[in-house]
């Protein structure tokens, strides 16, 4: 009883907010989580686009070295168009998902 006592003499001196205010302040910490969930899904999706260049700077390394063996004649016409068969398919599937990352990114205007 008398922490309730307490309670309510302190919320004596606490002024009034109006509905006003209270749907000012809900609107706000809307507008503020929902603009921090697209900060941190803009952040997910730039690591993703990051990883994804990285593994496509990897491919197309891997792909020169092939073809400076290839003009060093220490690999035949074959193996040179296997090789690139292989880099092309990844590159396609690589380019594909980075493009679809980078196209929902710029959705969410994380670029911005």
Same mark, same amino acid.
């Given at each position: 009883?008398? *922490?309730?006592?307490?309670?309510?003499?302190?919320?004596?001196?606490?002024?009034?907010?109006?509905?006003?205010?209270?749907?000012?302040?809900?609107?706000?910490? #809307?507008?503020?989580?929902?603009?921090? #969930?697209?900060?941190?899904?803009?952040?997910?999706?730039?690591?993703?686009?990051?990883?994804?260049?990285?593994?496509?700077?990897?491919?197309?390394?891997?792909?020169?070295? *092939? #073809?400076?063996?290839?003009?060093?004649?220490?690999?035949?016409?074959?193996?040179?168009k296997a090789a690139f068969g292989?880099?092309?398919?990844?590159?396609?599937?690589?380019?594909?998902?980075?493009?679809?990352?980078?196209?929902?990114?710029?959705?969410?205007?994380? *670029?911005?």
């Amino acid at each position: 009883m008398i *922490f309730s006592l307490l309670l309510l003499i302190s919320c004596a001196h606490t002024p009034t907010i109006g509905p006003e205010a209270v749907g000012d302040a809900e609107d706000a910490l #809307t507008l503020a989580l929902r603009e921090a #969930t697209r900060v941190t899904a803009c952040m997910a999706y730039l690591e993703e686009i990051l990883d994804i260049q990285d593994e496509r700077e990897a491919n197309n390394v891997v792909m020169s070295k *092939f #073809t400076e063996r290839y003009n060093t004649r220490r690999i035949s016409l074959d193996d040179h168009k296997a090789a690139f068969g292989e880099w092309h398919t990844k590159e396609s599937a690589l380019y594909t998902d980075v493009t679809a990352l980078y196209n929902t990114a710029y959705a969410l205007k994380c *670029f911005e």
